[in-house]
């Protein structure tokens, strides 16, 4: 199985801050990643696809950048509402493995 | 309203003893059931996502998670709009909420593009 490495495990930001969240994969996944937001007690939700596609009705502060084994999001302006767990996926295989989350809390 | 609704375990029961069996049904509406492929992920208690199989539009291509192969039992009913996992020989690690999600139209490739609710199963004596 693809193995997928996120870091930090959290990080602590200011409203209005620029964070960014790293994700490693195993092996060469090309651009099959996709990203989520998970808030407390709520199932995830669809953030980016194919490493860099922003999902419908998702906020353009939001966006996502690599291929291979490096990638990357980020949250260009912090919002309070982006307070949550961020799960990295690798969509490359028919056994899809997620990373094992960034927690984003607002100072 | 495009949704995903799971039942069979529940948040206030779904207590099954370890070695027995449950059923997780999906229930789906709003959309043409029959073109997405469907998955079913899980996340127990304080911890990370986890796939734990997929089925094809046609039910005719299942995948399982390694975790899981030989014990449970995924398939759809076109007719009735719905996901099912048939799970036995349940372990305490099997212990976590089970969520129904789609694959986006353009491809398993693309992500998780809708999720149900989810629903708790706890395995323990």
């Known amino acids: 199985d693809i193995q997928m490495t996120q870091s930090p495990s959290s990080v602590s930001a200011s409203v209005g801050d620029r964070v960014t969240i790293t994700c490693r994969a195993s092996q060469g996944i090309s651009s099959w990643l996709a990203w989520y937001q998970q808030k407390p007690g709520k199932a995830p939700k669809l953030l980016i696809y194919a490493a860099s596609s922003l999902q419908s009705g998702v906020p353009s502060r939001f966006s996502g950048s690599g291929s291979g084994t490096d990638f990357t999001l980020t949250i260009s302006s912090l919002q309070p509402e982006d307070s949550a767990t961020y799960y990295c996926q690798q969509a490359n295989s028919f056994s899809p493995t997620f990373g094992g989350g960034t927690k984003v809390e607002i100072k | 309203e495009v949704q995903l609704v799971e039942s069979g375990g529940g948040f206030g029961g779904g207590l099954v003893q370890p070695g027995g069996s449950l059923r997780l049904s999906c229930a789906a509406s709003g959309f043409t059931f029959n073109s997405y492929e469907m998955n079913w992920v899980r996340q127990a208690p304080g911890k990370g996502l986890e796939w734990v199989s997929y089925?094809?539009?046609?039910?005719?291509?299942?995948y399982y998670a390694d975790s899981v192969k030989g014990r449970f039992t995924i398939s759809r009913d076109s007719a009735k709009n719905s996901l099912y996992l048939q799970m036995n020989s349940l372990r305490a690690e099997d212990t976590a909420v089970y969520y129904c999600?789609?694959?986006?139209?353009?491809?398993?490739?693309?992500?998780?593009?809708?999720w149900g609710r989810g629903t708790l199963v706890t395995v323990s004596s």
């Open positions: 999600a789609r694959h986006s139209y353009s491809g398993s490739n693309y992500g998780f593009d809708l």
């Open positions: 089925i094809s539009t046609s039910g005719n291509t299942i």
